[in-house]
């Protein structure tokens, strides 16, 4: 089966339309999208012929929960298995536009996403049309500070789409590493030159690059006086992070120093954005993704408010479709009219929590993910990392060890290491051991993707 084009596959306006009829649109859009699963998706075909589950059995969102929710298990062990059989699709909604990967799987090989020509313009129209949530205008230089990797990451594939819907400009930087014969790669001085060479108005990257670009920038005196905006993805940014970032970008005398904080991931195929600090993430694509908080072990849909698992649903998708897959991330959701913007799109209230940021230590549950935002907070730490490992990797049984890798900024008082085992302490009851190094030897902006705040190098018990 496929769906017609029509003008039938949004609502105008639909991030302020009344929940009730998105919801609406969410059912017969899903209800299409189980028809064609049912189909032509290897996995969900059988999985719902397993269950002895027909097309007529989900007609609704509350007809999903027939499904039990996926994770990154299943799709990680064959992704092709999540990808429509383009040989039933019609033309223009099977042709494959491009492919996009994934990190994090255990072999290190990345996990492909396949974009049809239906989900790219699917993609640009949604920005076309939201943009106002973002920020962005039509007259803005963006300067794409995601690294170049041996494979097309989302953020870094999907920034010009953005641009070009948008109608903006965008100057790519290249920073990162491929491992291969060509020097294709920039260094961090040549972004920061670029930046200031094309007069880019808008930042947009990993939040610990971006800050990166900036502190080098000032070391620099490099001319952003353009910039007016630093939008950010890719890992989570806490609010004395983006304060930071606020105050390199007065420091370098930027135009305006506006922070947009976005969350979003390659699989979900679009971003959560807030439309004030705090407000909560706004999903910019009812149209296009439901989204649902599940119980981990019981797979059951919770309330709003109640914290758990967000998964997402695929409404509106031609290449990979995911139903129900929990994309690794905790919080919980609130569908109330936002109280800063009247949006009625549902929010994922709650700040996003890594499943990893959330680790047993000395037998005890840390919440890392708080210690990270605190120690965003020191302000003489240019880097920063935590490692949990053991005082004797041979013995199995030997305790744990919490370290702290930090890295002082220039004239940072001698009491720095102190503070941070201060703060350390009072968030996790630990005392810990502090490493004081180079902010290259914890974060290499020409060689990561992203920092690594958290590191366990514990083998597994």
């Given at each position: 089966?496929?769906v017609?084009?029509?003008?039938?596959?949004?609502?105008?306006?639909?991030?302020?339309?009344?929940?009730?009829?998105?919801?609406?649109?969410?059912?017969r859009?899903?209800?299409?999208?189980?028809?064609i699963?049912?189909?032509?998706?290897?996995?969900y075909?059988?999985?719902?012929?397993?269950?002895?589950?027909?097309?007529?059995?989900?007609?609704?969102?509350?007809?999903?929960?027939?499904?039990?929710?996926?994770?990154?298990?299943?799709?990680?062990?064959?992704?092709?298995?999540?990808?429509?059989?383009?040989?039933?699709?019609?033309?223009h909604?099977?042709?494959?536009?491009?492919?996009?990967?994934?990190?994090?799987t255990?072999?290190?090989r990345?996990?492909?996403i396949?974009?049809?020509?239906?989900?790219?313009?699917?993609?640009?129209?949604?920005?076309?049309?939201?943009?106002?949530?973002?920020?962005?205008?039509?007259?803005?230089?963006?300067?794409?500070?995601?690294?170049?990797?041996?494979?097309?990451?989302?953020?870094?594939?999907?920034?010009p789409?953005?641009?070009?819907?948008?109608?903006?400009?965008?100057?790519?930087?290249?920073?990162?590493?491929?491992?291969?014969?060509?020097?294709?790669?920039?260094?961090?001085?040549?972004?920061?030159?670029?930046?200031?060479?094309?007069?880019?108005?808008?930042?947009?990257?990993?939040?610990?690059?971006?800050?990166?670009?900036?502190?080098?920038?000032?070391?620099?005196?490099?001319?952003?006086?353009?910039?007016?905006?630093?939008?950010?993805?890719?890992?989570?940014?806490?609010?004395?992070?983006?304060?930071d970032?606020?105050?390199?970008?007065?420091?370098?005398?930027?135009?305006?120093?506006?922070?947009?904080?976005?969350?979003?991931?390659t699989?979900?195929?679009?971003?959560?954005?807030?439309?004030?600090?705090?407000?909560g993430?706004?999903?910019?694509?009812?149209?296009?993704?439901?989204?649902?908080?599940?119980?981990d072990?019981?797979?059951?849909?919770?309330?709003?408010?109640?914290?758990?698992?967000?998964?997402?649903?695929?409404?509106?998708?031609?290449?990979?479709?995911?139903?129900?897959?929990?994309?690794?991330?905790?919080?919980?959701?609130?569908?109330?009219?936002?109280?800063?913007?009247?949006?009625?799109?549902?929010?994922?209230?709650?700040?996003?929590?890594?499943?990893?940021?959330?680790?047993?230590?000395?037998?005890?549950?840390v919440n890392?993910?708080?210690?990270?935002?605190?120690?965003?907070?020191?302000?003489?730490?240019?880097?920063?990392?935590?490692?949990?490992?053991t005082?004797?990797?041979?013995?199995?049984?030997?305790?744990?060890?919490?370290?702290?890798?930090?890295a002082?900024?220039?004239?940072?008082?001698?009491?720095?290491?102190?503070?941070?085992?201060?703060?350390?302490?009072?968030?996790?009851?630990?005392?810990?051991?502090?490493?004081?190094?180079?902010?290259?030897?914890?974060?290499?902006?020409?060689?990561?993707a992203?920092?690594?705040?958290?590191?366990?190098?514990?083998?597994?018990?």
């Amino acid at each position: 089966m496929s769906v017609s084009p029509s003008s039938d596959y949004t609502l105008p306006d639909v991030l302020y339309q009344p929940w009730e009829d998105v919801g609406k649109l969410q059912d017969r859009l899903l209800k299409q999208m189980i028809e064609i699963c049912y189909e032509h998706h290897p996995y969900y075909s059988k999985l719902m012929h397993k269950l002895g589950l027909a097309p007529s059995d989900i007609q609704s969102r509350e007809d999903l929960k027939k499904l039990p929710p996926i994770s990154k298990t299943e799709f990680l062990a064959n992704p092709e298995d999540f990808r429509l059989n383009p040989a039933h699709l019609p033309v223009h909604e099977g042709t494959l536009w491009k492919i996009i990967y994934t990190t994090g799987t255990t072999s290190g090989r990345p996990a492909p996403i396949f974009i049809t020509a239906h989900d790219h313009f699917a993609y640009q129209d949604l920005f076309r049309t939201r943009h106002d949530l973002l920020g962005l205008k039509e007259t803005d230089l963006i300067a794409n500070l995601f690294p170049m990797t041996n494979f097309p990451l989302g953020a870094f594939s999907r920034a010009p789409d953005e641009a070009a819907a948008i109608g903006a400009a965008i100057v790519t930087c290249n920073t990162g590493r491929v491992d291969g014969i060509f020097p294709v790669n920039r260094s961090l001085d040549e972004a920061v030159n670029a930046v200031a060479r094309h007069g880019a108005t808008v930042l947009w990257g990993v939040a610990g690059f971006v800050r990166r670009v900036l502190l080098r920038a000032i070391e620099m005196e490099a001319n952003f006086s353009k910039v007016r905006m630093v939008m950010t993805t890719g890992e989570a940014s806490s609010p004395a992070m983006r304060d930071d970032l606020k105050s390199r970008m007065r420091k370098l005398g930027c135009a305006e120093a506006l922070i947009v904080n976005r969350y979003g991931s390659t699989e979900q195929g679009g971003t959560m954005i807030e439309c004030q600090d705090g407000a909560g993430f706004h999903s910019s694509m009812p149209d296009q993704v439901f989204h649902e908080i599940v119980d981990d072990e019981t797979g059951e849909r919770l309330a709003d408010g109640q914290d758990g698992m967000l998964a997402i649903t695929h409404l509106n998708r031609r290449g990979t479709v995911l139903l129900r897959y929990k994309i690794g991330d905790r919080g919980a959701l609130d569908h109330e009219p936002c109280p800063h913007c009247s949006r009625t799109s549902v929010r994922l209230s709650s700040k996003p929590v890594r499943t990893g940021d959330i680790i047993k230590i000395k037998g005890a549950l840390v919440n890392l993910g708080t210690l990270k935002a605190e120690l965003d907070r020191v302000p003489s730490l240019e880097e920063y990392q935590i490692v949990v490992t053991t005082q004797d990797p041979k013995d199995p049984f030997s305790p744990d060890v919490l370290k702290v890798r930090i890295a002082a900024q220039s004239g940072a008082t001698s009491d720095l290491s102190a503070s941070v085992a201060e703060v350390v302490t009072r968030i996790s009851n630990l005392r810990p051991e502090i490493e004081e190094t180079r902010r290259d030897e914890i974060f290499d902006p020409v060689t990561m993707a992203k920092p690594r705040r958290i590191v366990d190098l514990r083998a597994a018990r």
